[in-house]
């Protein structure tokens, strides 16, 4: 039945029964979200498969809500944008968390979902702009929707990667935005309060649980190395972190300010020292080298360092291949590095290749040390392959050009399964997706973990 433009406008009442259902159906999605894997696609579509379902279990539920006519399905939008606001909470939980549902993947689904409250968010106002007696602008239900949209588009907007990769400090201030439109949201429909006071009062734990072990990781700085390229290797101790190879962590340094920024930790757990290799990208970054780089006197034992995690965990349990080939492009190197020393150290591994893609010699610089003492430490098992990509090699050591990742794994194949990791572009990890999933075989499996850190 088409829906018709309502005889009498007014403030509508609110499907109450209808909010309910789509907060708990949304919310019962989580676990598919979390932990299952449809193994049956392709590695690089299970994601947005998740996604897809995610999606438009979404689109049923505003279509199909009892309405009979257009502002009650704009009612209907709003409701289910605000449904999915537990989920959204409880993904971001870094302390009380399952040991399965890893934050660096749980990321990925609270993104999407921000994006499709937005939506449905934009949806659930302009169904009501063409109504003629729609309620003025100045009630406070109306200004605290307006302020809540407005602290929605712009937190949105940039949590765009283009700012989450590049001006990281925007991207992480303006998230607290969300306050604006959470209170807004539920100021506007005093229902919202209620189904998002618990997850709230979750993450309002969850963040202060967190406070209290972060201060206990205070940490004690042992050395800073100023690499190429803008590249600063930050090397400390701390008796209370303990953490897994390809981990990262958030770290504060007052030095710089109150900011909290994520970075990979590039040591393995069997190292003395604890290592993180921080390349100057955005402003956080930048002005971190600049002052560690001009302040030649700098006092190590001044300058106090905090760390939240570690997070993070790989979808392939490389200890249980004795083949393993590691894909890198740039300083897209660091979780690999962590993962190259573990398994050398700690497993029966029989053979593991590194296939490294950079533009300079010099950027090498950033990891040769390692490298060297670990090839030199593990002959005949780890395997280096370093590519130029920029211009031709000085060195009989460096492979010129891009490496060609179909031709690798299809001369992996052979009796046994290879567990396979990546960090690098997004074509990169798609040229090893789709090489692994092209040359697996029964005998041969290619097991795939992609390193995308993606905050």
């Given at each position: 039945m ?54 438009s ?121 969300y306050l ?15 189904y ?6 979750l ?6 649980y ?9 940490a004690i ?44 930790i590039?040591?393995?757990p ?16 930048k ?6 780089g ?40 660091t ?8 398994l ?20 090498y ?18 395997i ?28 992996l ?7 396979v990791?990546?960090c ?7 040229d ?7 040359h ?16």
């Amino acid at each position: 039945m088409a829906l018709e433009p309502p005889a009498t406008t007014g403030v509508l009442p609110v499907n109450t029964p209808g909010a309910w259902i789509a907060t708990i159906t949304l919310l019962s999605l989580l676990p598919i979200l979390i932990y299952t894997e449809p193994t049956f696609l392709p590695p690089r579509y299970r994601t947005p498969a998740k996604l897809m379902l995610y999606g438009s279990v979404n689109v049923i539920l505003v279509a199909c809500l009892p309405q009979t006519n257009i502002l009650e399905f704009g009612v209907n939008a709003g409701l289910v944008a605000t449904g999915n606001l537990p989920g959204l909470l409880l993904l971001v939980l870094r302390k009380m968390r399952t040991p399965k549902q890893d934050f660096a993947s749980t990321i990925v689904y609270h993104r999407w979902i921000g994006r499709i409250i937005t939506g449905l968010s934009l949806l659930h106002g302009l169904t009501f702009l063409g109504d003629p007696n729609r309620p003025s602008a100045k009630t406070t239900s109306l200004i605290a929707a307006n302020i809540a949209f407005a602290a929605l588009v712009v937190l949105t907007t940039f949590s765009h990667s283009i700012f989450r990769r590049k001006q990281f400090e925007l991207f992480y201030y303006t998230h607290f935005l969300y306050l604006f439109y959470i209170i807004g949201a539920a100021v506007h429909q005093p229902l919202i309060a209620i189904y998002i006071a618990p997850p709230m009062a979750l993450y309002m734990a969850d963040k202060l649980y967190g406070k209290y072990m972060t201060y206990r990781n205070a940490a004690i700085v042992r050395d800073i190395l100023i690499l190429p390229h803008n590249v600063i290797r930050l090397t400390f101790s701390c008796a209370t972190f303990k953490y897994k190879a390809g981990q990262f962590a958030w770290f504060q340094f007052p030095h710089i300010g109150a900011q909290w920024h994520p970075f990979t930790i590039s040591s393995y757990p069997q190292d003395k020292y604890i290592t993180i290799n921080i390349k100057g990208l955005g402003g956080y970054t930048k002005k971190f080298i600049e002052m560690v780089g001009s302040d030649k006197a700098l006092n190590l034992a001044e300058f106090p360092i905090f760390i939240d995690g570690p997070y993070g965990a790989t979808s392939v349990d490389f200890r249980q291949h004795s083949h393993v080939v590691l894909f890198a492009g740039g300083i897209g190197i660091t979780p690999l590095i962590s993962q190259i020393g573990d398994l050398l150290e700690s497993s029966a591994l029989k053979e593991i290749r590194l296939i490294w893609a950079i533009q300079e010699e010099d950027q090498y610089e950033w990891f040769s040390e390692e490298l060297v003492r670990l090839h030199a430490k593990h002959q005949g098992k780890l395997i280096l392959e370093v590519y130029l990509t920029r211009r031709a090699p000085s060195a009989e050591f460096f492979l010129a050009g891009r490496p060609k990742i179909d031709n690798i794994i299809r001369g992996l194949v052979r009796s046994g399964h290879w567990g396979v990791g990546v960090c690098g572009s997004d074509s990169l990890m798609a040229d090893v997706n789709y090489a692994a999933y092209k040359h697996s075989t029964k005998e041969c499996k290619f097991y795939v973990h992609n390193e995308t850190f993606t905050l």
